[in-house]
């Protein structure tokens, strides 16, 4: 239950920071802060990463809700991306990020499966 705790804390302040970010209230923010937040945000990307890296499966239906999750993620993640490339695209102005982030998605997908498919 810590644990839980612990990454809920972790995955809510990296997103309040993500928000905080975009400066969605038109604060005054100077470089210094910024930068400060996004040191913070990287390490608190990686305290999450590693929450994910080491979860332990110890049931089927803990699996298929792991699995399910995942993909969920997958399809936000991807929904989100080519709903910012077609925006983007409305203007003549695709940020190469959002492609390649897309990209990089798919790709990361297609090869994760054909490898569990070759090691089963």
């Known amino acids: 239950m810590r644990n839980n705790l612990l990454e809920t804390l972790v995955a809510i302040s990296l997103i309040v ?3 905080l970010l975009l400066n969605p209230f038109h604060f005054w923010m100077p470089d ?11 390490g ?3 305290v999450f990463a590693s929450f994910i890296l080491r979860e332990k499966v110890s049931d089927e239906r803990e699996g298929v809700h792991r699995t399910l999750a995942g993909r969920n993620a997958f399809l936000a993640g991807a929904g989100v991306l080519t ?5 983007q695209g ?3 102005s695709v940020d190469p990020w959002l492609v390649l982030t897309l990209v990089a998605m798919i ?3 297609i090869v994760t499966r054909v490898w569990s498919d070759k090691n089963r």
């Open 83 to 87: 709903l910012g490339i077609v925006v």
């Open 17 to 19: 920071l993500a928000v």
């Open 32 to 42: 210094m802060m910024v930068m400060g937040m996004l040191a913070i945000a990287l």
């Open 90 to 92: 409305y203007t003549h």
């Open 44 to 46: 608190l990307f990686g």
């Open 107 to 109: 790709v990361a997908k």
